[in-house]
Nanobody, 115 residues
Framework: QVQLVESGGGLVQPGGSLRLSCAAS????????MGWYRQAPGKQRELVAD???????SYADSVKGRFTILRDNAKNMVYLQMNSLKSEDTAVYYC?????????WGRGTQVTVSS
């Protein structure tokens, strides 16, 4: 059974930084594409960044140059380093794991960017 647990969210001022972490259980992690999604109030969930099992990354245009996704296969962890945060980054951030035929989600962590 796969479980994804996010941590690291919180309240930060505009221009600040946060690092989100996602701990994954199970044996599929190193073979899976891992991603971070976010959902703001009244909006659809959107892809923020993802990373393939081989380390290839992709980012939403809105976060390119500010966010970095990293994975540690030895620890079954994926991270999202968020810098230069803006008010429009406020959302619940979700960790996802995608393996052929399987799709798992964490419960999310709230990120609020406000002065």
């Amino acid at each position: 059974q796969v479980q994804l647990v996010e941590s690291g969210g919180g309240l930060v001022q505009p221009g600040g930084s946060l690092r989100l972490s996602c701990a994954a259980s199970g044996s599929l992690f190193s073979s899976s594409r891992m991603g971070w999604y976010r959902q703001a109030p009244g909006k659809q969930r959107e892809l923020v960044a993802d990373i393939t099992s081989r380390g290839g990354t992709s980012y939403a245009d809105s976060v390119k140059g500010r966010f970095t996704i990293l994975r540690d296969n030895a620890k079954n962890m994926v991270y999202l380093q968020m810098n230069s945060l803006k008010s429009e980054d406020t959302a619940v951030y979700y960790c996802s794991m995608k393996y052929p035929g399987l799709d798992y989600w964490g419960r999310g962590t709230q990120v609020t960017v406000s002065s």
